[in-house]
């Protein structure tokens, strides 16, 4: 089945520090893929929306400056968090679609448990 | 307005039971998907079941089933004959007209004991 493959799955640094995760759909070409932010015991906050060859769509109250997205070819998007602080922490998660047919799941990435020290 | 409620903060079942997991969703569209995810405590988001807005028979896969009530706007997932490995967070999700992105309820974290 489809894969997406993100990395890395964990990260701890220091505050200032910019983290890039990179989402690849491993068997199939994903025009569009989706980046999600996840507080513990807490529901999938989707941040943004990237879109291959455009900009991303970003949600109400998401600093783009802050979470840059980049989304360069069909199976890979990157969201870098700029000089990263301790309220930055969290689990992300990418996902994609390989198709646009109602009935297709989202298929996710395993999540990166970002620390900020 | 929430447009995904789950309102079963947690929940427990006894192994081998059945349990069912409540969600309701709001939208003014005629097409839409509704899906559950299963995320246990490494994190990966399972997906597990669709149902979509035309479809008139509720959806099975394997042990788990949806129980579509389409004019309460009810969407609960079933497991039945529970396992240990059941125990995680589950989300259910609604994907609206021909929109990409999905939303999430605020999950339900279920415990299965032995």
């Known amino acids: 089945g489809a894969v997406v493959s993100q990395h890395p799955s964990r990260v701890i640094c220091k505050s200032g520090t910019s983290v890039k995760i990179e989402c690849r759909s491993l068997?199939?070409?994903?025009?569009?893929m989706f980046w999600y932010r996840q507080f513990p015991k807490q529901s999938l906050m989707l941040m943004a929306t990237s879109n291959e060859g455009s900009k991303a769509t970003y949600e109400q109250g998401v600093e783009k400056d802050k979470f840059l997205i980049n989304h360069a070819s069909l199976t890979l998007s990157t969201l870098t968090v700029t000089s990263a602080h301790p309220e930055d922490s969290s689990f992300y998660i990418c996902?994609?679609?390989?198709?646009?047919?109602?009935?297709?799941?989202?298929?996710f990435g395993d999540g990166t448990r970002l620390s900020i020290l | 307005a929430q447009k995904i409620t789950q309102t079963q903060p947690g929940m427990f079942v006894q192994e081998k039971e059945a349990v069912t997991l409540d969600c309701t969703y709001d939208?003014?569209?005629?097409?839409?998907?509704l899906f559950w995810y299963k995320q246990p405590s490494s994190g990966e988001m399972i997906f597990l079941i669709y149902q979509g807005s035309y479809d008139e028979q509720n959806a099975t896969e394997g042990r788990y089933s949806l129980n579509f009530q389409k004019a309460r706007k009810s969407a609960n997932l079933v497991i039945s004959a529970s396992q240990l490995g059941d125990s995680a967070m589950y989300f259910c999700?609604?994907?609206?007209?021909?929109?990409?992105?999905?939303?999430f309820g605020d999950g339900t974290t279920l415990t299965v004991k032995p």
């Open positions: 939208t003014s569209d005629q097409s839409y998907g």
């Open positions: 999700a609604m994907r609206e007209g021909g929109a990409g992105k999905s939303t």
């Open positions: 996902s994609a679609r390989d198709f646009p047919v109602s009935n297709q799941p989202q298929h």
């Open positions: 068997d199939f070409q994903a025009t569009t």
